[in-house]
């Protein structure tokens, strides 16, 4: 990443906690279990959109950082000059 490059926007649209009934098939139990919740992450560098994906709403930061070190885009986490969260007007939660 170029000094003046920065991570300047990842938007997170967060979902609501659901719970899924199932049959357990050793006594026909229903069992409710949580589901994992996921928000879409928009990773934007310099105004321009590098990439859309879904994720677990934790350690957003941590993850914005490792994915651009794994990706080649930054060589130390230190390159990054900026980290915004921004939560979409239409987002739940």
């Not at 920065?6 to 069992?31: F, H, W």
């Not at 560098?45 to 994915?67: C, D, K, R, W």
């Amino acid at each position: 990443m170029l000094p003046n490059q920065q991570a300047d926007l990842i938007e997170m649209k967060s979902g609501s906690r659901q719970t899924m009934p199932y049959t357990q098939a050793s006594d026909n139990a229903v069992i409710e279990t949580a589901l994992v919740e996921e928000v879409a992450l928009a990773i934007t560098i310099n105004q321009v959109a590098h990439v859309v994906m879904m994720v677990s709403p934790l350690s957003l930061e941590y993850f914005a950082t490792g994915f651009l070190f794994s990706e080649g885009v930054i060589n130390h986490p230190d390159e990054i000059r900026d980290i915004h969260f921004e939560r979409p007007d239409n987002a739940k939660g």
